[in-house]
């Protein structure tokens, strides 16, 4: 059996009717990553600014998303993706990258970050990515 896979961003008009499909998706991926902002922060982010809501479906149903957006970061314009989360990640993660690097190249970017949990950085960090950065905290969880 064949599954069909694809990866695509949805249009600011349908984030509300999609976002009931993959909020659950945001809000793993932010849990015990270095996110600043809720799911519903995010939300609104991608309804008013310049940040993409991006899916992957397999056979017609959505089995992950992720948040992108542009910011300037040490004075190059980066690609960050905010948020990513999902199931079945071995079988959708190389194409989404793949994807993410072609938007880069449309975009004339140089660099990409990711803020993530820790899973999703050791998979990261055995690729051609590199650690910048390390948040610490302190109190309840």
Aim: proline share 2%; hydrophobic share 40%.
């Amino acid at each position: 059996m064949t599954i069909s896979s694809s990866v695509s961003y949805v249009k600011r008009e349908d984030i509300r009717d999609v976002w009931a499909s993959v909020d659950h998706y945001i809000a793993e991926a932010m849990e015990d990553s270095d996110a600043t902002y809720c799911p519903d922060k995010m939300r609104e982010q991608l309804e008013t600014q310049d940040a993409l809501l991006w899916v992957v479906q397999q056979d017609d149903k959505i089995v992950a998303a992720a948040i992108s957006e542009i910011q300037n970061v040490q004075g190059r314009d980066t690609l960050i993706i905010s948020a990513l989360g999902g199931v079945g990640f071995p079988d959708w993660i190389d194409m989404l990258e793949r994807t993410f690097l072609r938007y880069m190249e449309e975009l004339d970017l140089e660099k990409m970050r990711a803020y993530c949990r820790p899973g999703m950085a050791k998979w990261l960090g055995d690729r051609e990515w590199r650690k910048v950065t390390t948040v610490m905290e302190y109190g309840q969880a």
